[in-house]
C-alpha cells in the first residue's frame, strides 16, 4: 500500500498541487516526474491497494503529449487514481477527459477529479501566487472526502467530468524562449523533456519541438532565459480577458460534482 504522486510539473505549479492533494494520506509515497527520462521498465509495478495522484497541465485545453505517451506505458492493475487538471485561470476544457481515458486505458481505477489553478507558466500574472493558502485548505478538504469515498469503497463508477470527445485539437502556445546573456552552462539542454535545445548552442531553441513548456526558463540559474519581452506583453494583453478574475478549484465524484471556493 502506498502514495504515488505522478505529475509532469515544467515550472513546479503542478509539483505542488500534487504534493498539497497528497497530504490528506499517511502512506509511504514516492514520485514519478514525468520530466525525466526514464525507461519504462522502471514504471513501478501498481496495486489495486496503491493511491495515485496524477497531474499535469492544460496545454490548449489537453494532457501534454510526452506526459500522455508516458501514462499510456503504464500499468495501473486497478490502483485508484486522483486525476488532477492543473490549469493557469484560463480553462481546463479536455485535459481531464483526455486523462481519464488514457489511464482507463492504462488499467487505473477513476476515483475522483480535480482542477486546480496554479500561477500562469507563461504570464505569472495571472493566477499570481496560487495555489495559496485558500487552495491549499481547500485542496486537503477535497483530498480527504475523496480518501473516505475510496475507504468506503464507493463509487463503484468513474465520475462525470466536463470535456469533449473528439477532444479539441492539440495546440500548444507557439513561444519559444530563448537565452539573452547565456553563459552555455546547458542544464536547460539537458533538462528540456523533448530535447529542443541544441546543447552545442543552449541559447537557442528548435522551434518545432519546442512545447512551450517553459521548464527551461525555470531551472535557468542565471535566469538569462525567456520570451521577447515585447512580444510577451502583446500576447499578455491578449489573455488578460479569458485570464482574469479568480477561477475556482473544483472536485469531481460519481453522482456529484462539487463546486467550492
Known amino acids: 500500500m502506498k502514495l504515488y504522486q505522478?505529475?509532469?510539473?515544467?515550472?513546479?505549479?503542478?509539483?505542488?498541487?500534487?504534493?498539497?492533494?497528497?497530504?490528506?494520506?499517511?502512506?509511504?509515497?514516492?514520485?514519478?516526474?514525468?520530466?525525466?527520462?526514464?525507461?519504462?521498465?522502471?514504471?513501478?509495478?501498481?496495486?489495486?491497494?496503491?493511491?495515485?495522484?496524477?497531474?499535469?497541465?492544460?496545454?490548449?485545453?489537453?494532457?501534454?503529449?510526452?506526459?500522455?505517451?508516458?501514462?499510456?506505458?503504464?500499468?495501473?492493475?486497478?490502483a485508484s487514481a486522483i486525476l488532477v487538471a492543473v490549469y493557469g485561470n484560463r480553462a481546463f476544457e479536455d485535459t481531464l477527459i483526455e486523462l481519464k481515458d488514457t489511464l482507463m486505458d492504462s488499467g487505473f481505477f477513476i476515483a475522483a477529479a480535480i482542477s486546480a489553478v496554479a500561477q500562469h507558466s507563461i504570464f505569472p500574472l495571472f493566477a499570481a501566487g496560487r495555489p495559496d493558502s485558500d487552495d491549499t485548505e481547500e485542496l486537503i478538504r477535497f483530498a480527504k472526502q475523496i480518501k473516505t469515498s475510496i475507504q468506503q469503497g464507493t463509487p463503484l463508477d468513474a465520475p462525470p467530468m466536463p470535456g469533449n470527445r473528439p477532444y479539441k485539437e492539440y495546440h500548444v502556445i507557439p513561444?519559444?524562449?530563448?537565452?539573452?546573456?547565456?553563459?552555455?552552462?546547458?542544464?536547460?539542454?539537458?533538462?528540456?523533456?523533448?530535447?529542443?535545445?541544441?546543447?552545442?548552442?543552449?541559447?537557442?531553441?528548435?522551434?518545432?519541438?519546442?512545447?512551450?513548456?517553459?521548464?527551461?526558463?525555470?531551472?535557468?540559474?542565471?535566469?538569462?532565459?525567456?520570451?521577447?519581452?515585447l512580444f510577451l506583453s502583446a500576447a499578455e494583453l491578449k489573455m488578460k480577458q479569458v485570464c482574469s478574475g479568480r477561477k475556482d478549484n473544483q472536485l469531481f465524484q460519481a453522482a456529484d460534482l462539487y463546486c467550492q471556493s
Not at 495515485?52 to 490548449?60: E, H, K, R
Not at 533538462?191 to 546543447?199: D, L
Open 6 to 78: 505522478i505529475y509532469f510539473s515544467p515550472t513546479g505549479g503542478t509539483k505542488k498541487i500534487a504534493e498539497i492533494i497528497s497530504q490528506a494520506w499517511s502512506y509511504e509515497k514516492e514520485s514519478i516526474d514525468l520530466l525525466a527520462s526514464v525507461p519504462e521498465s522502471s514504471y513501478p509495478v501498481f496495486t489495486k491497494d496503491d493511491i495515485c495522484v496524477i497531474a499535469v497541465p492544460s496545454f490548449g485545453g489537453r494532457v501534454p503529449e510526452i506526459a500522455r505517451k508516458k501514462l499510456q506505458a503504464m500499468k495501473g492493475n486497478h
Open 175 to 229: 513561444m519559444n524562449p530563448n537565452g539573452y546573456q547565456c553563459n552555455n552552462c546547458s542544464l536547460c539542454a539537458q533538462q528540456c523533456p523533448v530535447q529542443a535545445i541544441p546543447k552545442e548552442n543552449p541559447s537557442s531553441v528548435i522551434k518545432e519541438r519546442c512545447i512551450s513548456c517553459m521548464h527551461c526558463v525555470a531551472v535557468c540559474p542565471q535566469h538569462s532565459r525567456g520570451l521577447d519581452p
